[in-house]
């Protein structure tokens, strides 16, 4: 009997998911809740928000799943994992107390302090005149971030002592990112290049997969707004085994020890944002799921059956797995509408899909079918196009080839995802 595994999600990540799940022999049913116009060729479409936890745990239950994975924060943070658990059924997601390692970013810079982990220096304040205490030790450039969840845009690099006290004010006294920004983070600045790791634990055991590269500003050369995630790619240069060693040893493996001392194991993904400073790799972030952009070129490159790897997660078994196997490597370009990441438009007709080859990949994220049948737009991130190949130059020029074939009123993407390493 092969595994039923409903998938938790809507975004390009859990349609990269679905695709790599669909690829396993041991895999008999795919559903996913609430999906989009893409997962619904490989998974059944379950109609259910991601934040409604009744309704799911009574899908999962009805529909007698073995597995659950769960793609975004907020159902983890909310306990999805923890109600499909109580409910016995087997999840690939981190418990709302193991998701405070994002929710929270000084619990997770406390909680790094006391691993010894390497990260940035850091001060949380809750008023204006210790947070301009901190800025003022600081100095410029520095961090500002808002201590809870802000859809991957509560952070500020403020080159100004001004721009970081405006910052300050917005969070803590504007309100400008609710009650995440209610307790905020003032951060020594690292440079080096930004690495994103992401690791599959069952609290025991914690297994990196390939190492990616992920573009979160709107526009080439790292300008405009902080988005979710402009595009990505795997592998790099910046990486040999010996540093991969290095974040095992001083990151992966000291997190997932302190995660038990807490007392709340990790028992799904633990995604590590790194800056590969001169003195090593530090922490800037951890997220307590996949990444997204990065699934979508991490799990193409991907040897390994993930069902099995993922259903090892969920059971505790990940050490009698062999470790995860990656060859090869992928590009993926976020085609976005017009006016993502603020205010977009959606029912735009897409074309093109038909047009392209085989060999490229299209992960729908914010798309659905309008009353006709034809596929539209639904949000601000619409496909990730993945390109594949045996270097990061073919990768490339597929990914680019495919995007172009694709289009919809005002779709845009980024030139220049991945050119810095060909
Ligand atoms: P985060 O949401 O924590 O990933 O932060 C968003 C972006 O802010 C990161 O991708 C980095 O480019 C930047 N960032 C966050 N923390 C730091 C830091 N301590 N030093 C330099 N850049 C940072
Ligand atoms: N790619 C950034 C994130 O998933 O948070």
Redesign the pocket.
């Given at each position: 009997m092969g595994l039923r595994i409903l998938v938790i999600g809507s975004g390009g990540r859990e349609s990269a998911i679905i695709w790599k799940l669909a690829q396993s022999d041991r895999v008999s049913e795919l559903l996913c809740a609430p999906g989009n116009a893409g997962t619904a060729a490989l998974a059944e479409t379950l109609p259910i928000p991601v934040t409604n936890l009744d309704a799911l745990v009574v899908a999962a239950t009805q529909r007698r799943v073995d597995l659950v994975v769960v793609g975004p924060e907020d159902p983890l943070a909310l306990g999805l994992a923890d109600r499909l658990r109580d409910a016995g059924i087997a999840v690939c997601g981190n418990s709302a107390a193991a998701t405070r390692i994002e929710s929270s970013k000084s619990w997770a810079n406390d909680l790094m302090r006391e691993a010894g982990i390497p990260t940035?220096a850091s001060v949380t304040v809750r008023d204006l005149a210790a947070g301009r205490r901190a800025i003022a030790e600081f100095g410029a450039p520095v961090?500002i971030?808002a201590d809870g969840l802000a859809a991957?845009k509560g952070?500020v690099?403020a080159q100004s002592v001004a721009e970081a006290e405006a910052a300050l004010r917005a969070m803590l006294e504007e309100h400008a990112f609710g009650d995440a920004g209610a307790t905020v983070v003032i951060?020594?600045?690292?440079t080096g290049r930004?690495l994103s790791v992401l690791a599959l634990s069952d609290g025991t055991t914690i297994v990196p997969l390939q190492p990616a590269c992920d573009y979160?500003r709107a526009f080439a050369n790292e300008e405009g707004p902080?988005t979710g995630g402009m595009g990505a790619y795997t592998p790099t240069r910046a990486v040999d085994d010996a540093l991969l060693a290095t974040i095992q040893r001083t990151i992966l493996e000291p997190a997932m020890q302190a995660m038990n001392e807490r007392g709340c194991p990790l028992r799904g993904v633990l995604y590590a944002?790194l800056?590969l400073t001169a003195d090593g790799p530090r922490v800037?972030?951890f997220n307590a799921r996949f990444g997204d952009p990065e699934t979508q070129v991490v799990l193409p490159v991907l040897q390994s059956d993930l069902a099995a790897l993922l259903h090892a997660v969920a059971t505790g078994t990940l050490a009698t797995m062999p470790a995860p196997v990656s060859a090869g490597a992928a590009v993926g370009v976020i085609l976005a509408a017009a006016g993502y990441p603020v205010r977009y438009e959606k029912d735009q007709p897409i074309t093109g899909l038909d047009r392209v080859s085989d060999e490229i990949l299209v992960f729908h994220a914010g798309t659905t079918r309008d009353a006709d049948g034809g596929i539209v737009t639904a949000g601000g991130r619409v496909l990730t196009v993945v390109g594949r190949g045996d270097t990061l130059a073919a990768a490339r020029d597929r990914a680019y080839g495919g995007i172009a074939d694709i289009t919809f009123p005002g779709g845009w993407y980024r030139p220049d995802i991945a050119l810095r390493e060909v």
């Amino acid at each position: 009997m092969g595994l039923r595994i409903l998938v938790i999600g809507s975004g390009g990540r859990e349609s990269a998911i679905i695709w790599k799940l669909a690829q396993s022999d041991r895999v008999s049913e795919l559903l996913c809740a609430p999906g989009n116009a893409g997962t619904a060729a490989l998974a059944e479409t379950l109609p259910i928000p991601v934040t409604n936890l009744d309704a799911l745990v009574v899908a999962a239950t009805q529909r007698r799943v073995d597995l659950v994975v769960v793609g975004p924060e907020d159902p983890l943070a909310l306990g999805l994992a923890d109600r499909l658990r109580d409910a016995g059924i087997a999840v690939c997601g981190n418990s709302a107390a193991a998701t405070r390692i994002e929710s929270s970013k000084s619990w997770a810079n406390d909680l790094m302090r006391e691993a010894g982990i390497p990260t940035a220096a850091s001060v949380t304040v809750r008023d204006l005149a210790a947070g301009r205490r901190a800025i003022a030790e600081f100095g410029a450039p520095v961090v500002i971030k808002a201590d809870g969840l802000a859809a991957g845009k509560g952070v500020v690099v403020a080159q100004s002592v001004a721009e970081a006290e405006a910052a300050l004010r917005a969070m803590l006294e504007e309100h400008a990112f609710g009650d995440a920004g209610a307790t905020v983070v003032i951060e020594e600045c690292l440079t080096g290049r930004e690495l994103s790791v992401l690791a599959l634990s069952d609290g025991t055991t914690i297994v990196p997969l390939q190492p990616a590269c992920d573009y979160k500003r709107a526009f080439a050369n790292e300008e405009g707004p902080n988005t979710g995630g402009m595009g990505a790619y795997t592998p790099t240069r910046a990486v040999d085994d010996a540093l991969l060693a290095t974040i095992q040893r001083t990151i992966l493996e000291p997190a997932m020890q302190a995660m038990n001392e807490r007392g709340c194991p990790l028992r799904g993904v633990l995604y590590a944002g790194l800056i590969l400073t001169a003195d090593g790799p530090r922490v800037i972030e951890f997220n307590a799921r996949f990444g997204d952009p990065e699934t979508q070129v991490v799990l193409p490159v991907l040897q390994s059956d993930l069902a099995a790897l993922l259903h090892a997660v969920a059971t505790g078994t990940l050490a009698t797995m062999p470790a995860p196997v990656s060859a090869g490597a992928a590009v993926g370009v976020i085609l976005a509408a017009a006016g993502y990441p603020v205010r977009y438009e959606k029912d735009q007709p897409i074309t093109g899909l038909d047009r392209v080859s085989d060999e490229i990949l299209v992960f729908h994220a914010g798309t659905t079918r309008d009353a006709d049948g034809g596929i539209v737009t639904a949000g601000g991130r619409v496909l990730t196009v993945v390109g594949r190949g045996d270097t990061l130059a073919a990768a490339r020029d597929r990914a680019y080839g495919g995007i172009a074939d694709i289009t919809f009123p005002g779709g845009w993407y980024r030139p220049d995802i991945a050119l810095r390493e060909v």
